[in-house]
DNA sequence: GCCAACGTTGGC
DNA sequence: GCCAACGTTGGC
């Protein structure tokens, strides 16, 4: 099993909307980046653990720990005129993005701040992706030394 | 294939 | 709202 970091602005999507979801699981779609659709397509497995992140907000850091439900199949909001995620060079016969499906396992009991995580930078997070200077992924993998870490911390 | 212009991300 | 970093686009 592997883990991961999803990242999501949460006033677009985040740990209220997934708690008020439906068994609290929800399709990850709006992927528009091929190195993290590469990783939703391909890498990603059911059963995998995730942490969700909150970034561009007023606490940006890690809130909750989420699980995959569905592996990689195509993202249809690419598919639909009109929606905010529309692509028209995906197709459902050939498409562009994918997505997962994810639950929420639980929330954690405080924020994992982005400060607090860049304050183990130079040691325990060393090599984290999140803390890589410019990082723009929204999917990216977290090592199993990281993951650990990080729920230590708690 | 190069690279300037442009749009987006995301911390602050 | 600002701006640095980065990915994508498109002319050549």
Redo the contacts with the bound molecule.
Sequence with gaps: MKHWLL?S?PSVFGLEQLRAAPKKTTHWDGV????ARNLLRDEIQVGDEAFL?????AE?GIVGILRVVRSGYPDHTAFEPGHDHHDP?STPENPRWYMVDVQLVRALKRVIT??EL?AHQEQKLRDFQ?L???????VMPVSDVHWRFILSRE
């Design positions: 990242k602005e528009r980046n091929y190195q992140y909150h970034s561009n907000c940006p060079g982005l400060e860049r999140l890589r200077r410019g990082n723009r992924l929204s």
